[in-house]
């Protein structure tokens, strides 16, 4: 019997938690159920800040998640905003930041595949010397409504793909219907990236490798939107994750080889 593939699944973490009120860890299930459909095995990582526990646990496992959650550090992407931006984030805890940044490395060096959803889509970003738009309302004129967590589990809004891209092939399609409950995105890309998937309104929705760069890197897919609160009721959106996890096991079995 093959081997399923394990993928690290970042999580957020919370002040207090069900059993003795210390912070915990928190992440919603549809991630690692969008992990087990198809065909890996989750690994839930707190955000732990040892750097040789990361750089361990990114060895010992096949792929990283890194998933939704609460705002990026604004100090990591921007020197100052204006108060009426600044009141807009709630950060989540620096220790996640660090975390995902050392996870980021880490699976990148080591060439493993890397999946990112959501506040993951704009960590990488910033990670990779990109930055964000700390709050779309106040800094995009004209932007759709992206915070639509009213309808977390329901397309909102289309997606325009390169045809070209990874994400196309993935779809089998050269646009999308997705949900949308976010009010940060990707402003200025990081250089090794290109924008992959935009929504009307010039949003970054999905960005990969540019086509330089995808030559000597492993597999990397990066999305705004959650395909795990969607894969359930649309194959385009499970095709996402079997991708990732088929990724993840070819190189697994390249290794072993």
Not at 55 to 78: C, H, I, M
Not at 176 to 200: D, E, I, K, M
Request: glycine letters at 6%; one cysteine or more.
């Amino acid at each position: 019997m093959a081997r399923s593939p394990v993928i690290l699944i970042t999580a957020s973490s919370q002040a207090k938690g069900a059993e003795f009120g210390d912070a915990s860890v928190s992440l919603s299930s549809c991630y690692p159920a969008a992990i087990v459909a198809a065909g890996g095995l989750p690994l839930v990582v707190p955000n732990l800040t040892d750097a040789g526990a990361v750089a361990e646990l990114v060895r010992r496992t096949d792929g990283v998640l890194l998933t939704g959650g609460d705002d990026v550090q604004p100090s990591l992407y921007a020197r100052r905003l204006p108060p009426e931006i600044r009141r807009t984030v709630v950060p989540d805890h620096s220790e996640r930041d660090l975390l995902e940044c050392q996870l980021i490395d880490q699976v990148l060096r080591l060439g493993k595949p890397l999946l990112a959803i959501c506040r993951g889509h704009q960590i990488l970003n910033v990670a990779l010397g990109g930055t964000l738009f700390a709050d779309i309302p106040q800094q995009v004129p004209g932007a759709l409504n992206h915070r639509r967590s009213d309808q977390k589990d329901q397309p909102v809004h289309d997606v325009d793909l390169a045809p070209d891209s990874l994400l196309a092939r993935i779809s089998q399609a050269t646009r999308l219907q997705v949900n949308s409950s976010h009010h940060q995105a990707v402003n200025r890309l990081a250089p090794a990236f290109h924008a992959v998937g935009r929504s009307t309104d010039g949003i970054v929705e999905a960005m990969e490798w540019k086509p330089k760069e995808r030559v000597a890197r492993s597999y990397l897919v990066s999305v705004q939107y959650h395909p795990e609160r969607l894969f359930t009721r649309y194959p385009e959106h499970l095709a996402l994750f079997l991708s990732f996890t088929r990724a993840c096991r070819s190189r697994f079995n390249a290794k072993k080889a």
